[in-house]
Nanobody, 122 residues
Framework: QVHLVESGGGLVQAGSSLRLSCAAS???????????MGWFRQAPGKERDLVAA????????HYADSVKGRFTISRDNAKNTVYLQMNTLKPEDTAVYYC????????????WGQGTQVTVSS
């Protein structure tokens, strides 16, 4: 079983930066067959959308068009943590941000964190 815990959300002004962290259970990165990890977000009344993802074996990254050039996903294997650095935040970035993990044996992301709220004021 994998537990993912997000942190780092908060209330900031437009143009500010935040760094979200997703801490996984101990030894997850070294023992779990991970295909990818991603950050999703869900605004009120909207669907949950993929914001950024990192392919585990290739270490390649993917970003939604709306965040390209502003957000960066990264990982620290020693800390079993994935980060989302968010710069130049906009009010439309306001949402609950979720961290998720997809195993090689899965067709979709199958482990999720509880989410962290990010609110950007204008």
């Amino acid at each position: 079983q994998v537990h993912l815990v997000e942190s780092g959300g908060g209330l900031v002004q437009a143009g500010s930066s935040l760094r979200l962290s997703c801490a996984a259970s101990e030894r997850t990165f070294s023992t779990f067959s991970i295909y990818a990890m991603g950050w999703f977000r869900q605004a009120p009344g909207k669907e949950r959308d993929l914001v950024a993802a990192i392919n585990w074996s290739e270490n390649s990254t993917h970003y939604a068009d709306s965040v390209k050039g502003r957000f960066t996903i990264s990982r620290d294997n020693a800390k079993n943590t994935v980060y989302l650095q968010m710069n130049t935040l906009k009010p439309e970035d306001t949402a609950v941000y979720y961290c998720a993990l997809r195993r090689w044996s899965s067709w979709s992301y199958d482990y999720w964190g509880q989410g962290t709220q990010v609110t950007v004021s204008s």
